[in-house]
């Protein structure tokens, strides 16, 4: 029996959202998926390692009909990352299709399976505008769906839908989050790149203006 699921992708956000979670409820698991992302070989041994750290229970999931079957510029089949800022037009082309509807769907049933009586999602207010399946009308009703589909056995909650990504750093920052042990650059490369819309987030949220952030950028 767990309190709770976090989905965690090795990323800033679930990475705070683990560590958050932890300090909060006795017994806590994880699970990751391997969707063909292009970064995905940079994210999932971070998130592998984070569970290790805090005595997390963790399994990955392979989805590769993902990267085989759905269009998106994330994705290891798709076309190049844009470069620019983290808005609209130029992230358009990474939303990868109902990928939180899939995901959450999987993490609901492991949950119910392993007695977890959360999922919890670390989507933030600044993916509203770009991704779908963020938005607060989607955690809505996917969240409604999750709890009729499981006889309110599981409940989904999204703890920073109403922060932004310097929130979740700040949170990260107080938690002793080493933000080392995170990866968020799209493009997936040994480096963060430091140009892509992620990477200038990235620096967005940890404050690189004021000397706080300690990611290494090709730049």
Same mark, same amino acid.
């Given at each position: 029996?767990?309190? +709770?699921?976090?989905?965690? #992708?090795?990323?800033?956000? =679930?990475?705070?959202?683990? /560590?958050?979670?932890?300090?909060?409820?006795?017994?806590?698991?994880?699970?990751?998926?391997?969707?063909?992302?292009?970064?995905?070989?940079? $994210?999932?041994?971070?998130? *592998?390692? =984070?569970?290790?750290?805090?005595?997390?229970?963790?399994?990955?999931?392979?989805?590769?009909?993902?990267?085989?079957?759905?269009? =998106? #510029?994330?994705?290891?089949?798709?076309?190049?990352?844009?470069?620019?800022?983290?808005?609209?037009?130029?992230?358009?082309?990474?939303?990868?299709?109902?990928?939180?509807?899939?995901?959450?769907?999987?993490?609901?049933?492991?949950?119910?399976?392993?007695?977890? /009586?959360?999922?919890?999602?670390? =989507?933030?207010?600044?993916?509203?505008?770009?991704?779908?399946?963020?938005?607060? $009308?989607?955690?809505? /009703?996917?969240?409604?769906?999750?709890?009729?589909?499981?006889? /309110?056995?599981?409940?989904?909650?999204?703890?920073? #839908?109403?922060?932004?990504?310097?929130?979740?750093?700040? *949170? @990260?920052? $107080?938690?002793?989050?080493?933000?080392?042990?995170?990866?968020?650059?799209? *493009?997936?490369?040994?480096?963060? +790149? @430091?140009? +892509?819309?992620? +990477?200038?987030?990235?620096?967005?949220?940890?404050?690189?203006? $004021?000397?706080?952030?300690?990611?290494?950028?090709?730049?």
């Amino acid at each position: 029996m767990f309190d +709770c699921l976090v989905v965690l #992708s090795g990323g800033m956000d =679930s990475t705070v959202l683990l /560590a958050d979670s932890v300090s909060r409820y006795a017994k806590v698991a994880a699970v990751s998926f391997d969707y063909g992302s292009k970064h995905n070989g940079r $994210e999932l041994p971070l998130a *592998k390692a =984070s569970c290790e750290k805090l005595g997390v229970p963790h399994r990955i999931i392979s989805l590769p009909f993902i990267n085989e079957l759905f269009s =998106s #510029s994330l994705l290891s089949s798709g076309e190049e990352i844009p470069d620019g800022a983290y808005d609209e037009p130029t992230m358009k082309s990474t939303v990868v299709p109902f990928r939180n509807g899939i995901m959450l769907s999987i993490a609901a049933g492991y949950a119910e399976s392993i007695g977890a /009586a959360k999922v919890l999602l670390g =989507s933030h207010a600044g993916d509203h505008f770009i991704y779908p399946d963020c938005r607060p $009308e989607f955690n809505h /009703a996917f969240a409604e769906a999750v709890k009729l589909g499981t006889d /309110a056995k599981v409940a989904l909650e999204f703890p920073y #839908s109403r922060m932004d990504k310097r929130d979740i750093g700040d *949170k @990260g920052r $107080e938690l002793g989050i080493d933000f080392h042990s995170t990866w968020t650059c799209y *493009k997936g490369d040994a480096v963060h +790149c @430091g140009v +892509c819309g992620a +990477c200038n987030e990235r620096k967005y949220a940890l404050r690189k203006d $004021e000397g706080l952030d300690p990611t290494m950028y090709q730049e």
